[in-house]
């Protein structure tokens, strides 16, 4: 057999999500023994709130699981419209709202229904991975714009209208809290950035999937300035239901038919056991409080002490549970830095190079999503190691 003949597709020559191959390697330590701390992922420690359980398990029982309709079951749409109304003051209409495979189906749903092959999209630098290797895994232009300090590590009008004198821009994604960094957008820079879409005819979509996770700033919704804003959000984060593959989206009308026909055929449904476990995780306020307490003090104790350790160039952590570091002091090799991490501190973290190709290498992101115990044993762990 001729194997030159069977090659993959174009499409799927996409970089690898990095922080799940350090997950892997850290894995693979643990099996032969090591201690590891993980810092690498956004996983939450605590499991998921008590009342999603007793859910799952009350449908377990009765035992007859199946197909929902593909905009998700009615009861979870409309608490999440009371959701909307109680937490925002915004009126969403259930009609509008579609429960996805956690926030991935949402990307690759809104992706879809909104933009055609080779529609440019802005994102920002650092940001999320898998926003520019699914764009690209579609046939769409990622347009990454680097954010710095000028801007608070935020997208502006006046970035779009720079990334427009070299093309089209058809739509922006913008993550507030974001992911690598935990910084927020302020309210006004956020309405400014929407109305600036909103005018010009340009598709925003908000991933607010780390709303719920704010220690200095006030999270605002996209749907407070507009309703042609694309809502992306999950359970994974704030409800600690990361394998439950849950969350949701919030669509403008006119987009509502075209995604529910694409998911269809892509997913036929999210599943049935996710959907009412979510449903009830939306009344475990109390609970949930109490683990974002924890990570409050994990961010407390890593702002203290990581620059005591020589991480002393820290980006604004607003939200989220993610600390963006600076390590240009210690080497301008992100990903061979949290190798030499990993193996020799027993530490796993991101190498910046996954959020950012270009600047990335002087940056780790630290995840303080875990065990207090834990994050108190990787400063231990790496103030001996630096």
């Known amino acids: 057999m001729n194997h030159a003949l069977?090659?993959?597709?174009?499409?799927?020559?996409?970089a690898p999500f990095i922080a799940m191959d350090v997950m892997s390697e850290a894995a693979r330590l643990e099996a032969s023994g090591r201690k590891i701390v993980h810092m690498e992922v956004g996983q939450p420690c605590?499991?998921?709130?008590?009342?999603a359980l007793a859910a799952a398990q009350k449908a377990l029982a009765h035992g007859c699981l199946g197909y929902t309709e593909a905009l998700g079951i009615r009861p979870m749409r409309d608490a999440l419209s009371a959701h909307y109304r109680k937490i925002y003051g915004v009126d969403v209409p259930a009609e509008r709202i579609m429960v996805t495979t956690g926030s991935s189906a949402g990307f690759n749903l809104a992706f879809l229904s909104a933009f055609d092959p080779g529609d440019r999209i802005v994102l920002t630098a650092p940001g999320y991975p898998a926003y520019r290797n699914i764009l690209k895994a579609l046939g769409l232009v990622p347009v990454e714009i680097e954010v710095g300090k000028d801007t608070r590590w935020c997208l502006t009008s006046a970035?779009?209208?720079?990334?427009?004198k070299e093309g089209p821009?058809?739509?922006?994604?913008?993550?507030?809290?974001?992911?690598p960094t935990g910084t927020m957008m302020s309210a006004e820079a956020l309405v400014d950035i929407v109305r600036y879409c909103d005018d010009e005819g340009i598709w925003f979509i908000s991933d607010e999937i780390y709303h719920g996770l704010d220690y200095a700033g006030e999270q605002k919704t996209a749907l407070e300035t507009s309703q042609n804003a694309i809502i992306i959000n999950s359970f994974s984060k704030y409800y600690c239901m990361t394998g439950w593959r849950i969350g949701w989206m919030v669509l403008p009308e006119v987009l509502v038919r075209p995604t529910e026909r694409i998911a269809?055929?892509?997913?036929i449904s999210a599943p049935e056991i996710s959907q009412i476990a979510a449903t009830a995780a939306l009344d475990a306020v109390q609970?949930?409080?109490?683990?974002?307490?924890?990570?409050?003090?994990?961010?407390?104790?890593?702002?203290?002490?990581?620059?005591k350790i020589g991480f002393d160039k820290l980006l604004p952590v607003d939200g989220a549970f993610y600390v963006y570091a600076d390590i240009s002091r210690f080497s301008s090799d992100s990903l061979d830095f949290a190798k030499r991490m990993l193996h020799e501190a027993g530490v796993a973290a991101t190498p910046g190079v996954d959020f950012d190709p270009v600047h990335g290498k002087e940056f780790i992101r630290f995840s303080f999503a875990g065990a207090h115990g834990d994050?108190?044993?990787?400063l231990e762990r790496l103030s001996g190691w630096i």
């Not at 970035?159 to 427009?164: F, G, I, K, Q």
């Not at 269809?264 to 997913?267: D, P, T, V």
């Not at 994050?375 to 990787?378: C, D, E, G, Y």
């Open 264 to 267: 269809q055929s892509l997913y």
């Open 169 to 179: 821009v058809k739509g922006v994604l913008v993550a507030s809290p974001a992911n």
């Open 375 to 378: 994050m108190k044993l990787a």
């Open 159 to 164: 970035h779009l209208d720079e990334a427009r």
């Open 6 to 14: 069977f090659q993959p597709s174009q499409r799927s020559n996409v």
């Open 46 to 51: 605590a499991p998921a709130p008590k009342p």
């Open 287 to 307: 609970e949930l409080e109490a683990v974002k307490a924890g990570y409050a003090a994990n961010r407390t104790l890593l702002l203290d002490c990581l620059p």
